[in-house]
C-alpha cells in the first residue's frame, strides 16, 4: 500500500460530529436495506469519530444502513462485536483493528459465513479481507522522521534529543515509531531520550509525557505516535512550562494542536483523513456484496501539517 506526503488545501471544512456507539442488539433492517458494520477502537479520539462521520454519510448516500461497535481499546470485544454481527447476518464489516493477529480468526470465520470483510488503517496480515485502507503507517513514520531531521538542521543547529509518547497497545502506533526511529538511527547530533507508553489514552499520556521530560531535562523534541499521545505531549510540554525548549511532532490535529503551532512549539502534525477512510471502507463493501470488486489496498493520502500550510484545517477543528 502507498502513502503520499503532500501539501494540499482543502477544498471545504467539514463539520464533524461524534456518533453514538450503534448497539449490537436488535438491529433489523427492511429485506431491501443492506446493514453494514463497522467495529471501531474508541469514540474518545477525533479520529475515529471523523472516520464514523465518514462512513455514516457514504452508507446514507448509498442506501444502507451503518452500525458502529465501540471496543473501547479492547480486542476481545472486537473479536466477540464480529462473532455478534455473523449471527445477525450482516451484509458486509469492517474493522480498525487493535490487535492485528487477535482478529484474524473472527475474520476468518466472518468470511466463512460469506460476509465480506475490509480492514481500515490497522494492516492485517495476509487473509481472506477484501481491501485494506488507510495509510502507509510505516512510511509516514519514516517521512516525518525525515521531515524531523531536515527540521533540527534548518532551525536547531543540527542537534536534538527526541523523546516518544507512543502507544505500545496499539499495533499502528508502534509501527509509526518505528518508522521514524529507522530514519534517526546513525544520524550524527540525534540523542533518543527513550519511549514512553501513553496506552492510547490522553490523561495516560499526558503524565507519560510528563514523566519524560521531568527525567530528561534536556530533552529538545517530542514525537507523538497518534493524537492521545500528541494531546498528552502538548499538555505536558505546557504544564512543565517548556513550550520555549521543546518542539512537539506527532499525528492528528486537534484545535490544541493547532493552538501549538500557532504558539510556535509545535513543528509539524501528520494529518490524516479519516472521513475519507470510513467513506471509502462503505463503498468498498458496497461493491463486494453487490457482486463487484476492489483493489485490495486502498490508499488515503496524508498531509505533515506545518505553520504553512495550517490555515485551511482551522474550520475543521473550531
Do not use: H
Amino acid at each position: 500500500m502507498t502513502c503520499t506526503i503532500k501539501r494540499r488545501t482543502l477544498t471545504a471544512a467539514l463539520g464533524f460530529t461524534a456518533l453514538a456507539t450503534a448497539s449490537l442488539a436488535g438491529f433489523g433492517a427492511s429485506a431491501q436495506e443492506k446493514t453494514f458494520a463497522l467495529v471501531q477502537i474508541n469514540q474518545q479520539a477525533l479520529f475515529f469519530n471523523q472516520m464514523n462521520e465518514g462512513a455514516q454519510k457514504a452508507a446514507d448516500a448509498a442506501g444502507v444502513k451503518l452500525v458502529i461497535f465501540n471496543a473501547n481499546n479492547d480486542p476481545a470485544a472486537q473479536n466477540s462485536a464480529i462473532e455478534t454481527y455473523i449471527q445477525q447476518k450482516v451484509a458486509g464489516l469492517a474493522v480498525v483493528a487493535i490487535d492485528v493477529n487477535g482478529i484474524m480468526p473472527a475474520v476468518k470465520q466472518a468470511a466463512d459465513a460469506g460476509i465480506p470483510v475490509v480492514a481500515i488503517d490497522a494492516i492485517l496480515p495476509e487473509g481472506p479481507q477484501k481491501a485494506q485502507i488507510g495509510v502507509d503507517n510505516a512510511k509516514a513514520g519514516a517521512d516525518m522522521g525525515r521531515f524531523f531531521l531536515d527540521y533540527v538542521k534548518a532551525n536547531m543547529d543540527g542537534k536534538a534529543k527526541v523523546g516518544v509518547v507512543g502507544a505500545l497497545n496499539s499495533f499502528i502506533q508502534n509501527v509509526r515509531q518505528q518508522g521514524f526511529e529507522k530514519t534517526l538511527e546513525g544520524v550524527s547530533g540525534i540523542e533518543k531520550a527513550g519511549v514512553v507508553d501513553g496506552q492510547n489514552i490522553q490523561d495516560n499520556a499526558l503524565a507519560a509525557a510528563e514523566n519524560l521530560i521531568t527525567g530528561n531535562p534536556d530533552m529538545t523534541a517530542v514525537y507523538a505516535t497518534g493524537e492521545p499521545a500528541l494531546m498528552g505531549a502538548i499538555a505536558a510540554v505546557e504544564s512543565q512550562g517548556k513550550q520555549d525548549a521543546i518542539k512537539v511532532f506527532g499525528w492528528d490535529l486537534t484545535a490544541q494542536a493547532i493552538a501549538g503551532i500557532d504558539a510556535g512549539y509545535v513543528a509539524a502534525v501528520i494529518q490524516q483523513d479519516p472521513a475519507a477512510m470510513g467513506a471509502a471502507a462503505v463503498d468498498a463493501l458496497k461493491k463486494v456484496s453487490d457482486g463487484g470488486s476492489v483493489d485490495k489496498n486502498i490508499a488515503v493520502p496524508v498531509t505533515i501539517v506545518t505553520k504553512e500550510n495550517v490555515e485551511p484545517y482551522r474550520a475543521v477543528f473550531k
